[in-house]
């Protein structure tokens, strides 16, 4: 191959859903992909893999002339190498695929510093110290289940450490959590999230661990069972963000409570990674599927915590992966990405890294959720320089169905990622 745009297909093989590509480097490289496609019909999310590794999601937007993407940035080894393109919409047609050797690329420090004018010394502070890792460590970070947290006695069992983040929900904080029509699993979530905020203290005041949360947030009104789930409420989230309606009112209610809880964690000094209205950019909470709504809820709900509550240890983590879902720069001071690879697949998820830098560069980026491990050494070999990662809870970190426990305990004891014996 030479150092020029190349024509990378030596074989491919497409169908409906799927697009598998084989080729050969000559020179060991940084290359970048570009891919020529057409796309009739709304934005493409698609799965990428090269070399049976998962390098995450990417997005086809919609085009009927021909549009380019710049798929990656890698290094490749000389030799042979696959890439494969699973397409959750079948709808693009691929015209062209190329590859251009290119420098070693040199990532720019986004900015770290609050939108908050006033937020708290804590909430600076850490902010400073993700500044000072970004690029160079990771780190490690599990959801729990509170009353029992058994995915910290897993991992502790496993690897002889703890995570450095630990994830905690609002879910049972939720004043309509009392929905009729309960499932026996529903009802056991909101007991085994009741007690996250003590949990959460003491998390950070006495293991000095770092605190990250999100709220399952059921539906304020008209819902019933797991009442978050857009299945199970007929709640109008474009109506609750319109000032006079039952909708807004019940929703500024929820909110209100919910401050009252955050309180807490701020009169003892405690910063929060902060991620509400999660993964909106899907249909299946109450509060996604619908980008103009979304951005109005997300500001409403930064305005009514920030400056009505005056919650100043709030450091918040917008976790969308559609550019159109985007609140604006001044409601984001951190993005993430939820991921869940097939199992025993360990990647760098390079590609939802470079979607969600795409359209917000100056935000440093974090793996909110994620079933199985992420790879540290293709993240810091691809430079792709995520904050974070929260492996989700239960089964994600207590069974070996996602992760095998030999790999967990080498991403713990890996020299780039940080623990709670680290910080």
Known sequence: MNNTNTNLITHMLLDSSRLQVSFRINL????????????LQDAAKSSVYIDGIPYGETWFVTAKEKNTIDLLDLPFSEGDHTLVIEFI????????????????PKHTTPSFTLNNPNASQEANDLMSYLKSIHGKKILSGQQTTYTIATELAAIKKITGKLPAVRGFDLLSYSPACDTPNQSEHCTEEIENNQGAIEAAIDWAKNKKGIVTFCWHWFSPIKGED?????????????????????EFKALIHDI????????????????ILWRPLHEADGDWFWWGGNPDTFKKLYRLLYDRLTNHHKM????????VLGDDYYPGDEYVDLVSADQYPPAYQYGPLSCVYNHISSYNPDKAA?????????????????????????????GFITSEDYTKHEYVNYVYNHPHVITLEDL
């Open 89 to 104: 919409h079948k709808t693009v047609v691929v015209d062209h695929i190329t590859m251009e050797a290119i420098d070693e």
């Open 28 to 39: 060991s490289s940084w290359y970048r992909i570009n891919i020529q496609y057409r796309n």
């Open 366 to 394: 974090a793996l909110g959720e994620i079933g199985t491990f992420p790879n540290p050494d293709l993240i810091f070999a691809n430079k792709t320089p995520w904050l974070w990662f929260v492996t989700w809870c239960g």
């Open 256 to 271: 209100d409570c919910i401050a009252v809880h955050l309180k807490r964690l701020e009169e003892e000094h405690i910063p």
């Open 312 to 319: 100043n240890n709030l450091i918040w983590v917008l976790n």
């Open 226 to 246: 797991k009442s978050f789930y857009s299945k199970f409420t007929n709640f109008n989230a474009s109506k609750s963000v319109i000032p006079g309606t039952d």
